[in-house]
């Protein structure tokens, strides 16, 4: 029943069973064998093998509004939307032009998200088929197509994720790690036809972004980066970007040839001392700028401990700590504490779970937050209770194997 080649990718979800009430706690997996296949975490048995795909299966997500549907992406270059209980594909959609690393649905199932090998990110409308309830803006197709594209990136997209915040806003936050080293963040408007943009830039890491996540914690937006540098890191909006009379101050940027520049044409400038980092702002666009690079966030913790490239993190469906992975064949667990310095988090590890052999790059949290599941280069599986370091079940899927990359899907 197993995978017969490596592991790329998992993420929790739930199921009904008939004459069983309480729904269980699932587990999906995808693999270089071109398949997706959903688990049983109660009884360890696969419900479902997904098949459609023509190559490696890189990512795999879980619609959390009603636990009804995945969606899965890869080497074909196509976004498949599976229906989960009928085990059977209800949608496709192409517009990449390179390998699909990353997945995640919006916290109320309207929007799709893949990112990829090509730098791009996309946006699909999905909630026709996901039961959402949330108004779809008029920058949004109504037929998903090739999805709405995001540039901005300048190699590969690997990590993306959503805010869970759920609340009506003007705008929903979505962020993105790449492999040039960069967390971006993203205004995705939730009415009107003014399109999805990146405001803000994040840099400090000395190595490629594996994985990101967002989550709630003391009431705001926090967002960790794992990177190859072996840290992890905590980011969050410490200062509101106004000037003195509270207004957004309108700069324009005097460049040579650049009337209308795009946010790679102002950091290219920066780069090249033709601007000041710390008096100029980014362009939004259509000539509108907005003051500095990161838009009011910062780093407000440095985590390090492991000891190897850090491949994934998810934070705790409360918000208040932190799952990480890594090449030093270790999970560690944080607990997330208001520091003595105003502004900043105090990160202190409460677990380390060993015992696994290998690298490991895959890691997701129940939405309980009671259980972790990791994967590594041991070809296994491992799912490890939150509350203590108690390993209490193992996949050994078959042939040669091993794992690689997450989606996280948080309720």
């Not at 190859?228 to 970007?241: C, H, I, M, Q």
């Not at 362009?283 to 966030?297: I, Q, R, Y």
């Not at 990480?324 to 590890?349: F, H, K, M, Y």
Request: glycine share 10%.
């Amino acid at each position: 029943q197993g995978h017969t080649s490596w592991i790329v990718g998992i993420c929790f979800g739930y199921q009904e069973f008939e004459g069983d009430g309480d729904p269980h706690l699932m587990l999906a997996s995808c693999s270089d064998d071109c398949s997706i296949r959903v688990w049983d975490c109660e009884t360890s048995e696969c419900v479902r093998e997904l098949r459609g795909h023509t190559g490696s299966v890189r990512a795999v997500a879980w619609e959390s509004l009603k636990w009804n549907y995945i969606a899965s992406a890869g080497n074909d270059y196509t976004v498949r939307l599976w229906n989960v209980a009928r085990g059977s594909q209800v949608d496709l959609f192409k517009g990449h032009t390179d390998v699909i690393r990353a997945l995640a649905f919006s916290p109320d199932g309207l929007i799709l998200a893949s990112s990829a090998e090509d730098t791009t990110i996309r946006l699909y409308h999905v909630g026709q088929m996901t039961g959402s309830e949330t108004e779809r803006p008029e920058w949004l197709p109504l037929l998903p197509g090739s999805g709405v594209v995001l540039r901005g990136h300048e190699s590969w997209v690997l990590s993306i994720a959503f805010s869970p915040r759920k609340e009506k806003k003007d705008n929903q936050l979505m962020v993105s790690g790449s492999w040039d080293h960069t967390v971006r963040l993203w205004s995705l408007p939730t009415h009107g036809t003014k399109k999805p943009s990146c405001f803000a830039v994040l840099r400090g890491h000395l190595g490629r972004i594996n994985s990101v996540a967002i989550n709630i914690y003391g009431g705001q937006e926090v967002i960790a980066s794992a990177s190859n540098d072996s840290t992890v890191w905590l980011w969050k909006r410490v200062t509101e970007p106004r000037d003195a009379a509270g207004q957004e101050p309108e700069v324009q940027l005097q460049l040579p040839s650049q009337p209308q520049l795009e946010l790679a044409d102002l950091e290219a400038a920066i780069q090249t001392d033709k601007v000041d980092e710390e008096t100029v702002a980014k362009l939004l666009e259509k000539g509108s700028v907005d003051p500095g690079l990161n838009h009011g966030w910062q780093a407000v913790a440095k985590i390090r401990g492991h000891a190897g490239h850090v491949n994934a993190v998810a934070f705790s469906v409360k918000g208040n700590r932190l799952a990480s992975a890594s090449d030093d064949e270790t999970v560690r667990l944080w607990d997330l504490l208001p520091s003595n310095i105003p502004g900043q988090i105090d990160a202190q590890q409460i677990r380390d779970f060993k015992g696994i052999q290998g690298t490991i790059t895959v890691l997701c949290m129940a939405p309980d937050g009671q259980v972790l599941a990791s994967g590594s280069d041991d070809h296994t599986l491992r799912l490890w209770s939150t509350r203590s370091n108690q390993q209490f079940m193992v996949l050994q899927v078959q042939g040669r194997t091993g794992c690689r990359r997450v989606s996280i899907g948080i309720g």
